[in-house]
């Protein structure tokens, strides 16, 4: 399914919903997937919900305005200003949260 967007009867853009999310919105959808095994980091055999927790404590930590949007059985939606932040920051942030055993993808 498409949607179109017209303003003042003119068609200004077309395309899926979620095309048009992405493209438009003014936030970014961050999907996390916690947990790991405590041989590779420092989860320390810790449970899935320690594990979202202490996830979601460290992107609210570091992007101050973000909202986590979902969390079930392992994992986390959080959705962050675009604003107020480079996509760098995000992947070194998930860089450093996997190197420390707390999420797998």
Same mark, same amino acid.
Request: aromatic share 4%; net charge negative.
């Given at each position: 399914d498409?949607?179109g967007v017209?303003?003042?009867?003119r068609?200004?853009?077309? *395309?899926?919903?979620?095309?048009?999310? &992405?493209r438009f919105?003014?936030?970014?959808?961050?999907?996390?997937t916690v947990g790991?095994?405590s041989? /590779?980091g420092?989860?320390g055999?810790? #449970?899935?919900?320690d594990? /979202?927790?202490?996830?979601?404590?460290?992107?609210?930590?570091r992007?101050?305005? #973000?909202r986590?949007?979902?969390q079930v059985? *392992?994992t986390?939606?959080?959705?962050?200003?675009?604003?107020?932040? #480079?996509?760098?920051?995000?992947v070194?942030? &998930?860089v450093?949260?996997?190197a420390?055993g707390?999420?797998?993808?």
């Amino acid at each position: 399914d498409r949607l179109g967007v017209f303003v003042d009867g003119r068609l200004c853009c077309l *395309g899926e919903a979620s095309e048009l999310t &992405m493209r438009f919105s003014n936030v970014l959808l961050l999907t996390v997937t916690v947990g790991g095994s405590s041989s /590779q980091g420092e989860d320390g055999g810790a #449970s899935l919900a320690d594990l /979202q927790k202490r996830v979601i404590d460290d992107l609210v930590g570091r992007f101050e305005h #973000s909202r986590v949007t979902y969390q079930v059985a *392992g994992t986390v939606k959080v959705e962050l200003p675009r604003t107020e932040l #480079s996509l760098a920051a995000v992947v070194e942030s &998930m860089v450093e949260a996997k190197a420390r055993g707390l999420v797998r993808s």
